[in-house]
């Protein structure tokens, strides 16, 4: 099965509590036989009432029949189309709901709408919130229409009644029991709250668990709270309940937000009191374990993650009779306390705990006996049952669909075929293939998912050590099982990454192979049931080697010796030790393959293997058939939608120290370039965000495929000003497949077969400035010629189908 876990991307960005739920839902769906799931999300802005508009309508848009089933959480995703559409509801938005002022009115002038040109009807449906008379297409067109003929107009006060009444009746219809087939909230404060949910409908419940890591019990030496500092979180009552407590116990309060400096006069220069700013998740798990208590006080809250940290931290909680969600979990004086919502009575329950540390403890503990028993995979499962059960209902509900069998109508019946089996390839690597975020794993999914065509693709990957060892199925014939790190190899891992300063992974499971005792073991599985074994990169080899004497085919993603030469620097004997396992790798691998014919030039001339028919060129690619190729009229109108007004340049890269150089260089001429935007994806942006930058430089960090897809089709040009690594570029693959222009270095297209000045604008490194202007000056005929000369390039050059057929072809042989 295929989930996609639709949700927006806010604008400006920021990360809070449903970014949590949604990575925390699809690593544990893919973590499900037989389940594949992606988190899909699209920028969305909401500052005024053409920013909502547009968003429903790109959530309308969007085609995701390709998908088994979708998941939406949030506003505006339920107005996404799916056949099998589940809601599990984080909330609405909120200031046109429950939270919707009570100074303001909630009836509106019908005239003023008609006088727009709406038509009576969706003024009605409007007025009267009739969800069942109009449909989402018509009344977003009416809407978009009203609100194109007067966007100045008071009428789209945000919030107000007109734009309450909008955003309420297109949810209610997206929401119709005829659109969606399982309805589910995070809590029941979420589930009973009005206007959320359809009348009459079933909402199941299903509390659901953190993502943080490093939650453990600790010395009691703070009282610790942590939220965005919003009023509607009131910090402020628990500074004023701190202080009237007199307690010698320290508060430390983490998070920022607009009340912050209110809440910082409030506090008064205390001397107990510490405000952390926003902490980095191991810092907030250190702030848990050393509290005696956590006071989370917020009103009407959704559900509350601080309470489920806090308590799998093993602290009592203090919440409030009035906090919502945090009520839901806690069992005043056995895991917690709930007290009234004032200062005087928080202050009282401050004392109890800290005057009662032992008492604290105990409660603290019945609190994660509690909070242990939510985990990731109940949820899953919960979520696919409702959704197959809807179905169910549906399908009993309506008369057993007909077909022709042999000129006669009969019932549906899966049909039984005869398949031959295929032969077995097992692929070692020492990092998971799927979320697909980086190069190495664009070309680990790309290629092997079409080998899987003529091969049944098994990899063996190691994983983070919070990984529970199992097996997921990619596609049919395409499956990797995850063995997590043991604690040996994580202790090894640090020590000799702070040696090297870089990370280590790869070069530690080479050293180390016996730290990993299940991936030796599962790899010792493969290799007895597989007609062929590959080492993607080398340092599986050591591992393969301590359990098989197999045959194994080398993929080489790069020559590792020049890259990691780069990295380690001044480290020669890591890099000797890389080169000698390359070496290795090249001189016994019955085929090695390079990702262009300088990586292989380069690894002959290295290692002098004698074979040199058996090492040959796979190249890097893009499975061009699904990959859109952006329409400039439409490219337009999503510019217009976004507020891009001016030229916009794109870098997509992962944590990886070429795509560091290269960011280096995007830096430089940004200075240079003031009127142009510059905006880099990707965990690079993890590596460059402490970097002193320009401000027309943006980082976006890691994002979903539809999110990459959305900033492809309004950027202005792809940028590639790599300067140095090994391999070939796949961005620069991905840039042309979308039809996006091209700036790169000739490094940077080394090995991929583009032709400069033809499929791209060659800049050096120092004149890539120049580079970016020159593009900007082509007129539109030259810039489309360019642009499908480069698509051509990929359609027969680098195109994942045609590459892995050839690949598969050769593998064939060998089995044969």
């Known amino acids: 099965m295929k989930i996609a876990i639709v949700a927006p991307s806010p604008v400006p960005f920021v990360i809070g509590g449903a970014e949590n739920l949604w990575w925390g839902l699809v690593n544990a769906f893919n973590a499900q036989p037989g389940v594949q799931a992606d988190l899909l999300k699209v920028p969305s802005p909401e500052r005024n009432m053409g920013e909502l508009l547009s968003s429903y309508r790109h959530f309308s848009s969007l085609n995701l029949d390709h998908f ?56 009605r449906a409007l007025a009267e919130y009739r969800a069942h008379d109009v449909e989402f297409d018509e009344l977003l067109e009416a809407l978009d229409s009203a609100f194109a003929r007067a966007p100045e107009s008071m009428c789209w006060a945000f919030p107000g009644p007109v734009t309450r009444a909008a955003i309420r009746l297109l949810d209610a219809v997206a929401m119709r029991p005829d659109k969606i087939g399982h309805y589910a909230a995070i809590s029941r404060v979420v589930a009973k709250r009005d206007g959320y949910f359809p009348e009459g409908v079933d909402v199941a419940v299903h509390h659901h668990p953190t993502n943080l890591q490093g939650l453990v019990a600790g010395p009691q030496e703070t009282i610790f709270s942590a939220s965005r500092l919003d009023p509607l979180k009131r910090i402020d009552i628990i500074i004023e309940a701190y202080k009237a407590s007199r307690l010698d116990v320290p508060l430390h309060i983490a998070g920022s937000g607009p009340d912050e400096a209110r809440l910082r006069a409030a506090a008064s220069d205390h001397p107990g009191i510490r405000f952390l700013g926003r902490v980095p998740d191991a810092v907030l798990a250190q702030e848990y374990a050393r509290a005696v208590c956590v006071p989370f006080v917020p009103r009407d809250e959704d559900y509350g993650l601080i309470t489920l940290e806090a308590m799998l931290a093993a602290k009592p909680v203090i919440a409030t009779t009035d906090s919502g969600g945090p009520m839901e979990l806690i069992e005043h004086g056995h895991s917690g306390l709930i007290v009234e919502p004032d200062a005087r009575a928080l202050a009282d329950a401050m004392r109890v705990l800290c005057g009662d540390l032992a008492r604290a403890r105990e409660m603290g503990l019945a609190a994660r006996s509690h909070a242990a028993r939510l985990d990731w995979d109940t949820l899953c499962k919960a979520l696919l049952e409702g959704a197959h059960t809807a179905a169910a209902k549906a399908a009993m509900a309506e008369p057993a669909a007909q077909i022709k069998v042999n000129g006669a109508t009969g019932s549906t019946a899966p049909a039984i075929v005869a398949r031959r089996a295929k032969p077995v390839l097992g692929v070692l690597n020492t990092y998971p293939i799927a979320p697909v ?34 097996v997921r199925h990619l596609k049919d014939g395409f499956s990797e099982e995850l063995v997590p790190k043991s604690s040996d190899f994580i202790k090894l891992e640090g020590e ?242 979308a039809g996006l222009p091209i700036v790169s270095t000739a490094f940077g297209a080394r090995g991929a077969g583009f032709r400069a000045g033809r499929d791209y604008i060659d800049a050096g490194e120092a004149a890539f400035a120049e580079g970016i202007a020159e593009m900007l000056r082509l007129d539109e005929t030259a810039r489309d010629a360019m642009i499908r000369e480069a698509r051509s390039h990929v359609e027969k050059e680098a195109n994942w189908p045609l590459i892995a057929r050839a690949y598969a072809g050769r593998l064939k042989n060998l089995v044969c």
């Open 68 to 123: 088994d089933m979708v998941i939406s959480t949030k506003y505006p995703a339920w107005a996404i189309r799916h056949r099998n559409h589940v809601v599990y509801l984080q909330h609405t938005l909120r200031g046109l709901y429950d939270c919707y002022p009570e100074r303001m009115p909630t009836t509106f002038d019908r005239q003023l709408l008609l006088s727009l040109g709406m038509p009576e009807r969706i003024v």
């Open 437 to 470: 975020v980086s190069g190495g794993k664009l070309r680990l999914h790309g290629l092997y998912s079409h080998v899987a065509d003529d091969f049944d693709v098994r990899f063996v990957n190691l994983a983070s050590p919070d990984t529970r060892r199992h």
């Open 496 to 737: 000799l990454g702070e040696t090297l300063g870089a990370s280590v992974e790869d070069l530690t499971a080479a050293m180390h192979p016996r730290s990993a005792p299940q991936w030796l073991d599962a790899i010792d599985r493969l290799a007895r049931t597989a007609e062929l074994m590959v080492c993607s990169h080398p340092y599986a080899l050591p591992a393969l080697r301590e359990v098989s004497s197999t045959a194994f085919v080398y993929e080489a993603h790069n020559v590792e010796a020049d890259l990691k030469r780069d990295i380690f620097g001044s480290h020669q004997w890591a890099v000797d030790r890389v080169a000698a396992l390359e070496r290795q790798a090249v001189r016994e691998g019955v085929l090695v393959t390079a990702c262009s014919t300088q990586d292989r030039d380069r690894l002959h001339s290295l290692y002098e293997r004698v074979d040199a028919a058996n090492l040959i060129v796979v190249p890097n690619g893009i499975d061009v058939g699904t990959t859109p190729f952006r329409q400039s009229a439409i490219a337009q109108r999503s510019r217009a939608k976004l507020g891009i007004d001016g030229p916009l340049a794109l870098f997509m890269g992962s944590a990886h120290g070429p795509n560091a150089d290269a960011a280096r260089v995007i830096f430089e001429a940004a200075a240079h370039l003031p009127h142009v935007q510059f905006l880099l994806l990707g965990s690079v942006c993890d590596m460059v965000s402490r970097w002193d930058r320009p401000g027309n430089i943006g980082l976006a960090g890691v994002i979903s495929e539809v999110e990459k897809h959305c900033w492809l089709e309004v950027a202005d040009m792809g940028l590639n000003p790599v300067v140095s690594g090994s391999g070939t570029n796949l961005k620069l693959i991905e840039y042309a497949a």
